[in-house]
C-alpha cells in the first residue's frame, strides 16, 4: 500500500489534505514530471490533476490554465541552472547539466523544445528563451553590435538544445561519448562564437568595409 503523498504505482499520488501551497507544489511536480517526459501536448490537466492528487478545478484555480502552468514549471525548474551562479559561467553549467548522468537538471528545458508544435507554449518558450537564456549569452558576446551579439547567442543556444536532445534519443556518437570530450568540444566552439575568434567581419562591418571602397 502507497503511504501518505506517495505514487500508487501508477503515477497517481492519493488524495491530498487542502493546503494551497502543498496543493500548489504538488501541482508543479506533477506537471513537471509530465512535461519532461510527454512534452506539452501531450500532457493533460486532468493527468496533472490525477498525478498530483487532486482535483482538476483547483489547476485552475492556482495557474488559470495549463499554459500558466507551463510558464511557472518552466520559469522555476528550468530556470535553475542559468540562475545558480554568475552569467559567464552559464555556458560551462548548461553543458555540465546537459551532460549529468542524472538529467532532471535539463529535462524541462528539452520539454520546451519539444512543445513547438503548440502555437501557446511555443510563445512561452520563446519569450523564455530569447529574455534569458540567448540575452545572457548575448551580454557576453564580444561585440558592440547587438545585432551580432544577438545572433551569436542564438547558435550558442540552438547549439546546446540539439545536443541535449540528441543525448534525450540516444544518438550515436553523442550518447556513446564521453562527457567531457563532449563539453570540452562545445566550449571550445562556443566560446569561438561569442568572442569572434575567427576574424570574420560581422554583416554590419562588411558593409561598412563596402560602403569605404
Given at each position: 500500500m502507497a503511504g501518505r503523498g506517495e505514487s500508487d504505482g501508477r503515477g497517481v499520488r492519493p488524495p491530498r489534505p487542502r493546503d494551497a501551497a502543498?496543493?500548489?507544489?504538488?501541482?508543479?511536480?506533477?506537471?513537471?514530471?509530465?512535461?519532461?517526459?510527454?512534452?506539452?501536448?501531450?500532457?493533460t490537466v486532468?493527468?496533472?490533476?490525477?498525478?498530483?492528487?487532486?482535483?482538476?478545478?483547483l489547476l485552475f484555480r492556482h495557474f488559470g490554465n495549463k499554459e500558466g502552468l507551463f510558464a511557472e514549471a518552466i520559469s522555476g525548474e528550468a530556470m535553475a541552472v542559468l540562475e545558480d551562479g554568475p552569467p559567464e559561467e552559464l555556458l560551462r553549467r548548461t553543458l555540465g547539466a546537459i551532460m549529468a548522468e542524472d538529467p532532471s537538471g535539463t529535462e524541462l528545458f528539452f520539454a520546451v523544445l519539444r512543445s513547438t508544435g503548440s502555437s501557446e507554449a511555443g510563445k512561452l518558450m520563446r519569450a523564455e528563451l530569447e529574455s534569458r537564456w540567448a540575452g545572457t549569452f548575448a551580454a557576453l558576446a564580444a561585440t558592440d553590435d547587438a545585432d551580432d551579439a544577438a545572433l551569436r547567442a542564438e547558435l550558442v543556444l540552438a547549439w546546446l538544445l540539439g545536443i541535449g536532445l540528441l543525448r534525450t534519443i540516444a544518438t550515436r556518437p553523442i550518447a556513446g561519448a564521453d562527457p567531457d570530450t563532449i563539453s570540452a568540444h562545445v566550449l571550445r566552439g562556443a566560446q569561438a562564437i561569442l568572442d569572434g575568434r575567427t576574424g570574420a567581419p560581422t554583416a554590419r562591418q562588411a558593409a561598412a568595409s563596402d560602403g569605404a571602397v
Open positions: 502543498a496543493t500548489r507544489r504538488a501541482l508543479l511536480e506533477a506537471a513537471r514530471e509530465l512535461f519532461a517526459s510527454v512534452g506539452y501536448d501531450a500532457t486532468r493527468a496533472v490533476a490525477d498525478r498530483a492528487g487532486v482535483n482538476q478545478a
